[in-house]
């Protein structure tokens, strides 16, 4: 594994100099087609966009709009983010948009099929590879409207729909981003356990935002890289007289604060119900919408429990700015283990002393948080972060949280491309 964002002591020199302009970016005037997960016009945080945005300053950019189902235009579901896709379609209206400078969209006109419920992997590959078909053919008119040559496939994470691309269009190079491992949840385990090494081991790089993943990838393909996660941190500014929001004005004595999905596949009760009970003194406060397991948990029952639900982007620094220490009580397990944590890095970004599960992406934060091998760890970590926290280390936070850009990362994938076969 060629490891290109060191996780050393010695990486922050590295950071500054990848931060400072540099007269020519390795890969400009090239021509790049994104597919991903998402969709450009999502409420969510945009890994696939952030990236491509940052692209189109050095090239030009395609990105693909995750394509929808027969069933899915068929329900026509208001609200959701394929409402425009569909409307799209049944207007015949321009099918691509430019978003960016230099960075268009494109809405594939195309429907696929439905294969959820095809029960058997190779038959699952054949039909497979007759949306990917469908879907190349909707890229290749706009490859041809555009006059795209010699073009790079950036694939963030599609497993499915990104299978059969490197036969199908044949670009000059395939990169694919692995920053989620797909293959432990639910909906995507039972293909992708042996669909993706199988993508991982044809591509011609694999790009990754954890070296837990890079370091897997690296066991299916010699060309496996880890290029850091980027953070947009603009709001995430620490700030003198916040305004402490009402649901948790009322609160007295240390808060302790989690802000983000409280799901059971995710966060360890135990961690919590172990806090609660062991400090009766303290809020523990947590900041996100609930699944049914932590809807019915005996946390609801302790009074110093407080469950606010979903919170939006841009109500949640004010939450964090109110927060005693910021925590991140994370259950282990294939989903989180390799996860690279972005709300650590919001944290860090207001200048909150962390305490957070140890895992091998949390090793990237150890000199800046304190990481917790079991759940009786948790209570000591906090009063030591309470009582160690100062101006100096809440600067020292702040400052290594900005460090990690979106253009760190694009000049990364710029060195993989720069030095891969095709381009020399």
Not at 290 to 314: M, P, T, W
Not at 364 to 387: G, Q, W
Request: glycine residues 4%; contains cysteine.
């Amino acid at each position: 594994m060629k490891t290109l964002y060191s996780v050393n002591p010695k990486y922050k020199r590295m950071n500054e100099m990848l931060n400072e302009d540099s007269a020519e970016p390795l890969v400009k005037g090239r021509d790049i087609i994104v597919i991903s997960l998402s969709h450009w016009d999502t409420t969510l945080g945009s890994n696939a966009r952030n990236l491509s945005t940052r692209f189109a300053k050095h090239n030009r950019v395609l990105y693909v709009n995750y394509p929808i189902t027969r069933k899915t235009y068929m329900l026509n579901e208001p609200g959701t983010e394929t409402e425009l896709h569909r409307n799209i379609i049944k207007e015949d209206s321009d099918k691509i948009k430019e978003v960016a400078p230099n960075c268009l969209y494109i809405i594939l006109q195309r429907l696929l099929s439905r294969l959820k419920k095809i029960p058997f992997t190779p038959l699952f590959k054949i039909a497979n590879y007759f949306n990917n078909r469908r879907y190349a053919k909707d890229i290749k008119k706009a490859i041809k409207q555009l006059g795209f040559k010699d073009y790079i496939i950036f694939n963030d994470n599609d497993i499915y729909n990104g299978f059969y691309l490197k036969e199908l269009l044949k670009p000059s190079m395939y990169i694919y981003y692995f920053k989620d491992f797909l293959q432990a949840f639910k909906y995507w385990k039972q293909h992708a356990v042996t669909m993706e090494p199988q993508l991982i081991k044809k591509v011609d790089a694999i790009v990754a935002n954890s070296t837990y993943y890079s370091e897997y990838c690296a066991t299916l393909t010699p060309h496996s890289y880890f290029i850091g996660q980027g953070c947009d941190l603009r709001l995430f500014v620490k700030k003198e007289n916040r305004e402490v929001p009402e649901d948790i004005k009322h609160l007295s004595g240390p808060i302790i604060g989690y802000v983000g999905v409280v799901f059971s596949e995710r966060l360890d009760e135990k961690i919590l119900i172990h806090l609660a009970d062991e400090n009766p003194n303290w809020n523990i406060v947590l900041a996100g919408p609930e699944d049914d397991f932590f809807k019915a948990s005996s946390l609801h029952e302790r009074k110093n429990v407080h469950f606010l639900g979903f919170k939006s982007i841009d109500q949640v620094p004010d939450y964090l700015a109110a927060f005693d220490v910021c925590m991140n009580p994370q259950l282990i397990n294939k989903i989180t283990r390799g996860n690279y944590p972005l709300k650590i890095d919001e944290y860090l970004a207001m200048g909150k002393p962390v305490v957070a599960t140890r895992t091998k992406a949390m090793k990237f934060f150890e000199d800046y948080s304190y990481l917790a091998d079991k759940p009786e760890d948790y209570t000591p970590l906090i009063k030591k972060a309470l009582a160690e926290n100062t101006p100096e280390k809440a600067k020292a936070r702040i400052a290594f949280a900005n460090s990690h850009t979106w253009e760190n990362c694009v000049k990364k994938v710029y060195e993989v491309i720069a030095n891969h076969p095709s381009s020399r």
